[in-house]
């Protein structure tokens, strides 16, 4: 892992508070796993300032699918933190996997998030976006250890994977 200073475009909140300064980035070689879970926005962060990272965004679109199998597996310790009654541990992890959903909106522009200010008025944007993006993702990102969020983005990650393959497909035919 690297420290490195967090960009003032991304110290924004809910994903940071003003006291964050650094931020740990795994190094370059590291997997896509280790990379959306290192930090919220840590491949954009990492691209913003110059330092090597795991550019999924220009990788083949094969690449990015790696992001849904991710949270295939990852919603499982936060579904069951939820089942617990333990928000607290959910709160991190719905934090890392918001911004990864967030993040991978960008990508399939092959673009980074460059900037957290503002966030919400750029999602709908965006040319593969599910319905309500803006305002589902306001709700989760505000309200991490709420049930109704987890079961929210569980479902934007659902519509997104449905949206990015007929994207992909109509990439191949064009």
């Known amino acids: ?21 650094t931020i740990p980035l795994p190094v370059k070689e590291a997997s896509i796993e280790q990379w959306l879970e290192a930090a919220p926005f840590a491949i954009d962060i990492a691209a913003s300032i110059g330092v090597d990272h795991v ?12 992001v849904f199998t ?5 919603q499982k310790p ?11 541990a ?3 992890p719905m934090q890392l996997a918001t911004s990864a959903l967030i993040s991978l909106l960008y990508w399939i522009e092959r673009r980074t998030v ?17 319905f309500n993006a803006k305002e589902r993702l ?8 709420h ?7 569980n479902q934007l990650y659902k519509e997104l994977a449905k949206s990015f393959a007929a994207y992909i497909a109509k990439q191949k035919h064009a």
């Open 1 to 21: 892992m690297n420290i490195v200073p967090l960009p003032e475009p991304f110290n924004v909140a809910p994903f940071y508070t003003t006291a964050a300064s």
């Open 55 to 66: 550019a999924v965004y220009q990788a083949p679109y094969v690449e990015m699918k790696k």
């Open 70 to 74: 991710w949270w295939e597996d990852y």
């Open 78 to 88: 936060i579904q069951a933190a939820f089942s617990r009654d333990d928000k607290e």
């Open 90 to 92: 959910a709160e991190r």
């Open 114 to 130: 460059p900037s957290l200010v503002q966030w919400q008025e750029h999602i709908e944007e965006r040319v593969v976006c599910p």
């Open 138 to 145: 306001h709700f989760i990102a505000t309200r991490p250890r």
């Open 147 to 153: 049930y109704a969020s987890f079961i929210q983005l």
